[in-house]
């Protein structure tokens, strides 16, 4: 059905794969499109896509932050340790 070479469509394995440098903005500009009209008609990339997309702000506000007690429970016990 469709030629080989010509305008050959990104699978979702290779999606997959490049989402981390799309993220990033690391793709050549034909690359990062072609990802972009691959997730516009694939749910399972998107979906993988917007996952990532959360994980690593997530993660990026994690290294920003200085090292905190996670929860409000935790910060009680540092407390109670420190009065002994
Ligand atoms: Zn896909």
Do not use: W
């Not at 799309?22 to 499109?33: Q, V, W």
């Not at 506000?61 to 409000?72: C, I, N, V």
């Amino acid at each position: 059905m469709m030629e080989q070479d010509e305008n050959r469509e990104l699978t979702c394995r290779e999606v997959v794969g490049l989402v981390t440098d799309y993220l990033e903005d690391a793709l050549l500009p034909e690359m990062h499109m072609a990802v972009t009209e691959h997730m516009i008609g694939c749910p399972n990339c998107s979906a993988y896509y917007a996952q990532m997309r959360r994980t690593i702000a997530m993660l990026r506000q994690l290294a920003q932050e200085p090292t905190f007690p996670q929860t409000k429970e935790a910060l009680l016990q540092k407390f109670r340790e420190l009065r002994g």
